[in-house]
């Protein structure tokens, strides 16, 4: 039997860890995984995922994410012994660097980001800009595999249920609860995190039943805090980091999902990894005017102001914009981002996708 390693980059517990699994799940192979340790430094994680692959043959390598503490002893195995492997992302290297990093980082990466590319057996894109970009740098084949939802957690709940959530947070029942899910990293060159334009939004909305909810923890969240109003604390609620089993019942809470995103060589070619499980929560979902929006969601959620998310600008749009939305609206829409889910994110759909092509590229 053919033996492959999956090798997830972002460390033990970390959700491109478990997308890992669930795709390879049932793939006709001897199948080992691999969590790269995120307590040493990339060097180290180098020299330990060299010594993994030399350990034995692999017929192929899989790689998810592109953190060069993996992929940089692929590329040196490539042109060593020829070592196939595939390399699944959900960001342009060099782009997210440019962005988060400056001009010299991104070049930088944009270098390694091409060796990887050149050098692998195929790449695997969270979205089909990152597959097409992916292809015109060099990967020799290519497929778009998105980020999926377990429809078996993230579900809808009865309504009696969502308003007891709503309680449980400290939210009144009538409230419309805005809320976004992720990692609240300060940017200091953008002076924005995830969650910003929600608390610069809600300073300027005239209606009095409108509420957040900001599940993550970061650098950022101090920000957010110190950017709140005291007449404004109480409308704001933030829950930390919390467990997958938990991130469910939040989003339940919520009645529309954010996914902001910077119009630049990140943003643009992005889906994050909430927007699945926002949709299978039966979340209308406000989105950036990314190509993302008008090729997964559109009917299911509204386009944001195309502006920068810490701009003035986009803050007073989306505020005009919440004053007038109505639950009636917010309904519809969330019956359309259940089908959406069901449709475009279930593993059930996405597993045979990557597992066919996988088989095909081992010839089993």
């Given amino acids: 039997m053919k033996k492959i390693l999956c090798i997830n980059t972002g460390g033990i517990g970390n959700l491109h860890g478990l997308r890992m699994r669930r795709l390879a799940d049932g793939i006709r192979a001897d199948v080992i995984y691999h969590d790269l340790d995120k307590t040493v430094s990339r060097w180290q994680q180098a020299q330990q995922t060299w010594q993994l692959l030399r350990s034995q043959q692999w017929d192929l390598v899989y790689q998810e994410g592109s953190g060069i503490g993996a992929g940089a002893s692929l590329i040196r195995a490539y042109w060593s012994w020829k070592q196939p492997f595939i390399v699944s992302s959900g960001d342009p290297i060099g782009g997210f660097f440019h962005v988060t990093k400056g001009a010299l980082w991104g070049a930088l990466f944009g270098v390694y980001e091409k060796a990887l590319y050149r050098s692998c ?115 704001v609620v933030f829950t930390g980091r919390i467990p997958e089993d938990e991130v469910v019942n939040a989003m339940n809470a919520m009645d529309i999902g954010f996914v902001t995103q910077t119009l630049d060589r990140l943003g643009l070619y992005r889906l994050t990894t909430k927007l699945p499980e926002y949709l299978a929560c039966g979340l209308g979902v406000a989105m950036s005017p990314i190509p993302g929006f008008y ?30 939305v109505t639950w009636e609206e917010i309904e519809l829409l969330s ?30």
């Avoid at 290519?142 to 449980?168: P, W």
């Avoid at 019956?335 to 089993?364: E, K, T």
Wanted: a positive charge; proline letters at 4%; aromatic letters at 12%.
């Fill in 121 to 235: 057996k195929a790449f695997v894109g969270w979205t089909p800009y990152l597959t097409g970009a992916a292809l015109q740098l060099g990967a020799r084949r290519g497929i778009t595999i998105e980020g999926a939802v377990d429809l078996n957690i993230f579900t809808r709940f009865e309504q009696s249920r969502r308003l007891a959530l709503k309680r449980q947070y400290g939210i009144p029942d009538h409230h419309l609860v805005c809320g976004v899910v992720g990692k609240m990293s300060w940017n200091a060159n953008h002076g924005y995190c995830y969650g910003w334009e929600m608390v610069e939004t809600l300073k300027k909305i005239q209606r009095q039943d409108i509420s957040l909810l900001i599940v993550g923890d970061g650098t950022g969240q101090a920000y957010l805090e110190r950017a709140i109003p005291a007449s404004l604390k109480s409308r």
């Fill in 295 to 324: 090729d997964y969601v559109n009917v299911a959620g509204w386009a944001l102001p195309p502006y920068h998310p810490a701009s003035e600008t986009f803050h007073q749009h989306c505020a005009d914009w919440l004053d007038q």
């Fill in 335 to 364: 019956q359309q981002a259940l089908r959406i889910a069901s449709d475009r994110f279930d593993y059930g759909v996405l597993r045979p996708r990557f597992q066919a092509f996988v088989h095909n590229l081992l010839d089993i």
